[in-house]
Nanobody, 124 residues
Framework: QVQLVESGGGLVQTGGSLRLSCAASGLTFSTYVMGWFRQAPGKEREFVAAVSWSGGRTLYADSVKGRFTISRDNAKNTVVLQMKSLKPEDTAVYYC?????????????????WGQGTQVTVSS
């Protein structure tokens, strides 16, 4: 079966950096748009970043643009979210997502597979 396994979350101070990784198995990885979403307590899950099949196109939420970088390695079936200049408002559970559509404008309702999530906490 399909598995998306995130790693790399943790506690960091404001201005710090974290690197999230997602290892995928059970799917033809190179045919999926891959992305990251996050969900803070009491809030809806929101889009963070996405990368196209080849890795040539990326899309970011305005709130993370210039601070986060998404990339993928189709040979290793992994997708990485590099986060820098972290802020307390980035605190959330971060979810890896796979979408079989052609668009990198990922929506929660269109995601085919989700990871279990990894907690990111940014202290002030």
């Amino acid at each position: 079966q399909v598995q998306l396994v995130e790693s790399g979350g943790g506690l960091v101070q404001t201005g710090g950096s974290l690197r999230l990784s997602c290892a995928a198995s059970g799917l033809t990885f190179s045919t999926y748009v891959m992305g990251w979403f996050r969900q803070a307590p009491g809030k809806e899950r929101e889009f963070v970043a996405a990368v196209s099949w080849s890795g040539g196109r990326t899309l970011y939420a305005d709130s993370v643009k210039g601070r986060f970088t998404i990339s993928r390695d189709n040979a290793k079936n992994t997708v990485v979210l590099q986060m820098k200049s972290l802020k307390p408002e980035d605190t959330a559970v971060y979810y890896c997502a796979a979408d079989s559509s052609f668009s990198i404008s990922m929506r929660v309702s269109q995601v085919d597979y989700w990871g279990q999530g990894t907690q990111v906490t940014v202290s002030s």
